[in-house]
Structures are given as structure tokens and as C-alpha cells.
């Protein structure tokens, strides 16, 4: 058994990448509140806002870093459909993000609710919708990625959806905390070294 010494200042993350390699039977849509409105041209400001806001509970950060100009290389193209879940108020409380990089396959960026939402079904009604999106004529194969440092229940979440798993790989990065990039007290279940 081999173990990984981990630098202080950054984390360690397992990720498991996940496949669906066939459209999922349609199934009745839990009940809910929320609604999707598609942000065809994001703004930068606008979309961080909202990353931050359902990914700082579990270290989302990548999107956070970069300048404008990559941010909207990676979210305003063709290939790439941005969401915002929004809830009865006019307020966005959830992300959907995927991109199909060739015609016969779709990667699954980022599905998520703010931590208030989780255990309600609502995750079951925003997966319901994404595959229904992601699964357009032609597609062979839908991909996500999860890690340790999600949602506790997210990787079985994915597996009930019936995405198995196919690969797990270890990431390494500085603690977006300690750069300023995220609140000191974003994720208190990852301590900071």
C-alpha cells in the first residue's frame, strides 16, 4: 500500500470518472418548484457568482481562477449549454453545465444545488432534465467526473442515475482557501494544512 504525501497548503481530491453508454429509460419527474433558464451568452461576473455559490461547500475552484477570457473560451462556444436552476423567487440556486466535444458524446461539467436544496429530489429532477438535453440524436456516450471532496452522496447519486464508473484518478491543488479564492470557511469537513 503506497501512500501519497500531500504538500501543506494544498488538497487531494479522488476523482472517479463515471460513463452512461446508453439512454436511461424516462421516468416521472420528481415535483419541484425550480425551473432552468438558459444563459446562452454568460456573463463572467454572473456565472462565478453562482459556481461559488453551490461549489465553494465543496472546493469548486477552477472556474474561479481563471481570467474572463479562458471562462469564456470553456462556457460561451457551441458545444458547451449553460443553466441556471432558478427557484420560485427569481433566485438561481443551481448550475447545469455540459458540453458535447464531438457528435456522438456528452461531458456532464457541473450539476448542482445550493446545500439547502440537497435531500429533496430536486437533484433527480435536474439530472432528469440534463439527460434528457444530453442525450440528443447521435449520442453514444455521457460522461461525468466526481471526487472526494463532493457531495457525500454524489457519487452514489450518479450510480442510481446509471452512470458506472470506468476510471479513478488523484488530483492535487493548491487549497483555494489559503489564496484567497475561496472564505476560510468554505468546506470546514477539508481541513486546511
Known amino acids: ?3 501519497m504525501v500531500v504538500p501543506p ?3 487531494a481530491v479522488i476523482v472517479t470518472t463515471l460513463e452512461m453508454r446508453e439512454r436511461p429509460a424516462a421516468r416521472a419527474l420528481p415535483d419541484t418548484d425550480l425551473r432552468l433558464v438558459r444563459w446562452a451568452q454568460p456573463d463572467p461576473a ?11 461547500p465543496w472546493l469548486w475552484h477552477s472556474r474561479l481562477t481563471i481570467d474572463d477570457d479562458a471562462l469564456l473560451a470553456a462556457i460561451d462556444r457551441p458545444e458547451t449549454q ?11 440556486v443551481g448550475l447545469l453545465e455540459f458540453t458535447h466535444p464531438a457528435p456522438n458524446w456528452c461531458q456532464l461539467d457541473y450539476l448542482a444545488l ?11 429532477w435536474l439530472m432528469a432534465m440534463a439527460l434528457g438535453m444530453m442525450w440528443r440524436p447521435g ?19 450518479y ?6 464508473p470506468v476510471l479513478r484518478t488523484v488530483e492535487t491543488f493548491p487549497d483555494p482557501r489559503l489564496n ?7 468546506a470546514p469537513h477539508v481541513p486546511i494544512l
Not at 449553460?82 to 438561481?92: L, M, P, S, T
Not at 445550493?114 to 433527480?124: A, I, M, N, Q, Y
Request: glycine residues 14%.
Open 159 to 164: 450510480r442510481r442515475q446509471g452512470f458506472m
Open 1 to 3: 500500500m503506497a501512500l
Open 139 to 157: 449520442v453514444e456516450l455521457v460522461r461525468v467526473n466526481t471526487g472526494s471532496l463532493d457531495h457525500p452522496g454524489a457519487l452514489g447519486f
Open 9 to 11: 497548503g494544498e488538497v
Open 180 to 186: 484567497g479564492v475561496l472564505p476560510p470557511e468554505a
Open 114 to 124: 445550493v446545500p439547502e436544496l440537497t435531500g429533496k429530489e430536486h437533484g433527480r
Open 46 to 56: 454572473k456565472y462565478r457568482a453562482l459556481f461559488r455559490r453551490v461549489g465553494a
Open 82 to 92: 449553460v443553466f441556471a436552476v432558478i427557484d420560485r423567487a427569481g433566485i438561481e
